[in-house]
């Protein structure tokens, strides 16, 4: 969809960066038919198959329906993906695109969103108001389905003689009895740069699709990287790895097209495919957001920390470095500035004060969630700076929508973190204080626990209004754990007094430590300081 790269065309413009794709080739669609596959699996030339080497004579019914939707903008793209859960190709599937390629379709218009194939069930109800065209009757066998051969009286798979009546040539040997068994299985990695010494890691809970034309089969992979598809192949199918992982997020590139980021890997072995992903490239950048997010879930399930709102979408910016949790898809209420009432559309950068406001249609149509600049960076620090943004994401997911309005208006107002002063400004900080100390709490906890035990590091840019080093000391010294934080920042904590109190109420006993911390870097409000408070010991 061009409409994303005319976005990040005005961003470009303002911090002086060019787009770049060293590892994605374009693939345009042809005037004619060269280079694209017949396929097997239409009705009629199953039907002709059946009829030719049966003796008995049955009339087969379409199992598919080839299809192709274009949506109209991202809500009823949201919607084919979600409501509908429906598996959409970007590219049509009798088109072999080889490791790193994408499609674009010169035919589709500047603005207009491009067509996204996939196949449907008899019987499906297609979604009023968003364009599709049935492309073709389909009949994809099951993988055992076999036909009684008229002169030998032995068995054939229908779907080999399929392939084999239009020339393809089937590997697999001629009866059912013989041919070799075993799902398509494999491994994907990814270089962790980072580790001493650097070593290829597992992708986690990442989903590889495979298709052969229009028959397609997905499967996530576990905590090794490994996956296994539940259906067998013909002839060898594509690979792909569709950065939408089980644990309830999607990666996001859209330098090309709107949507889930896909890499192509070619063609391979039906009997499966392992790729170790070195460093560098765009696979290897969405990689490595995945796994940082695929953990940042796993602590979530492991210290009761809320998880960010199911559907997350995260947008990998290739080349940027900015960040951001704005929660566009998730946000309810209007945002604007000092919390009038009417949309602006933005990107807030949570490093660098990227501030758009002059895009709403287009930001309407992209409404990520949360943007992770990539550029230049290691996979530690791109670990890092997912875990601050989640950490924003699960924040969101306990003060909902109108908390976070009034939380990106002050951004908006003041650029970035402003200097502390304005309305909404220690709500804002509040906020910072958890996404600064949880990124670099993670990262220590992963990379290198040591540091845990020193004061915050200068490195990590210390120099912030709202004092991010006051929670780095209640969780290093034991005092709150990331949990017990956690459930300080409710909805109604939007003064540093608030947050005191909050704390103050939940764990009484902790209160002269809880002071302390918050006196050291001289957050603690005057009214606190002045205010007699018996403590507990």
Not at 189 to 207: A, E, H, M, R
Not at 431 to 456: N, T, V
Request: charged letters at 20%; aromatic letters at 12%.
């Amino acid at each position: 969809m061009r409409k994303v790269s005319i976005l990040f065309a005005f961003l470009y413009m303002g911090v002086g960066c060019t787009k770049i794709h060293e590892d994605v080739s374009v693939v345009q669609k042809e005037s004619t038919q060269s280079g694209r596959l017949p396929n097997p699996y239409t009705l009629a030339n199953m039907q002709a198959v059946h009829d030719s080497l049966s003796f008995s004579k049955v009339t087969l019914q379409p199992t598919d329906y080839y299809v192709r939707f274009q949506p109209q903008d991202s809500s009823q793209l949201f919607k084919l993906m979600y409501s509908y859960d429906l598996e959409l190709f970007d590219y049509p599937l009798d088109l072999n695109l080889g490791e790193g390629e994408e499609y674009e379709d010169p035919t589709t218009l500047e603005d207009d969103f491009i067509w996204q194939y996939t196949t449907v069930k008899p019987g499906f109800i297609f979604p009023k108001g968003i364009r599709y065209e049935i492309l073709e009757e389909c009949y994809i066998p099951q993988d055992n389905d076999t036909i009684p051969l008229t002169r030998s009286g032995g068995l054939r798979y229908l779907e080999d003689a399929a392939f084999e009546r239009l020339g393809y040539t089937i590997e697999s040997p001629l009866y059912p009895q013989t041919r070799a068994g075993g799902k398509t299985t494999g491994r994907i990695n990814v270089l962790d740069n980072s580790l001493d010494p650097k070593q290829y890691v597992p992708v986690k809970g990442v989903k590889i699709r495979c298709n052969t034309l229009i028959k397609w089969a997905t499967a996530y992979t576990d905590e090794d990287g490994t996956y296994t598809m539940d259906t067998n192949f013909a002839i060898w199918p594509n690979y792909a790895i569709i950065f939408d992982n089980h644990k309830g997020f999607d990666i996001w590139d859209g330098w090309i097209h709107l949507g889930k980021a896909t890499y192509h890997m070619g063609c391979h072995n039906k009997n499966g495919y392992s790729r170790d992903i070195s460093a560098g490239g765009r696979a290897w950048r969405c990689a490595a957001v995945n796994n940082a997010a695929y953990e940042y879930y796993q602590m979530c399930d492991t210290t009761g920390i809320t998880k960010p709102p199911d559907n997350l979408k995260i947008w990998v910016l290739n080349d940027l470095e900015s960040s951001a949790a704005a929660m566009l898809s998730q946000i309810t209420h209007p945002i604007g500035l000092n919390g009038n009432s009417y949309w602006l559309n933005l990107l807030v950068n949570d490093t660098g004060g990227i501030i758009v406001n002059t895009l709403l249609p287009l930001l309407k149509n992209v409404l990520l969630d949360i943007a992770i600049g990539s550029k230049n960076r290691s996979f530690k620090r791109i670990y890092a700076v997912t875990h601050h943004e989640l950490s924003h994401a699960s924040h969101f997911s306990e003060v909902g929508s109108a908390f976070w309005a009034d939380y990106i208006s002050y951004i908006i107002t003041y650029g970035a973190y402003g200097d502390g002063k304005g309305k909404n400004a220690q709500q804002c900080g509040i906020g910072e204080m958890w996404g600064y100390a949880m990124e670099h709490i993670q990262e220590c906890e992963k990379y290198d626990p040591g540091r845990l035990d020193s004061l915050y590091s200068a490195n990590w840019n210390n120099t912030h209004w709202f004092k991010q080093e006051i929670f780095w000391d209640l969780y290093r010294k034991n005092v709150l754990t990331k949990k017990q934080i956690f459930d300080c920042l409710s909805s109604d904590v939007i003064t540093y007094s608030k947050l005191i109190d909050k704390m103050h109420t939940l764990y009484p006993a902790k209160s002269n430590a809880i002071d302390k911390a918050f006196i050291k870097y001289g957050l603690l409000p005057e009214r606190e300081k002045q205010k007699p408070r018996k403590h507990h010991r």
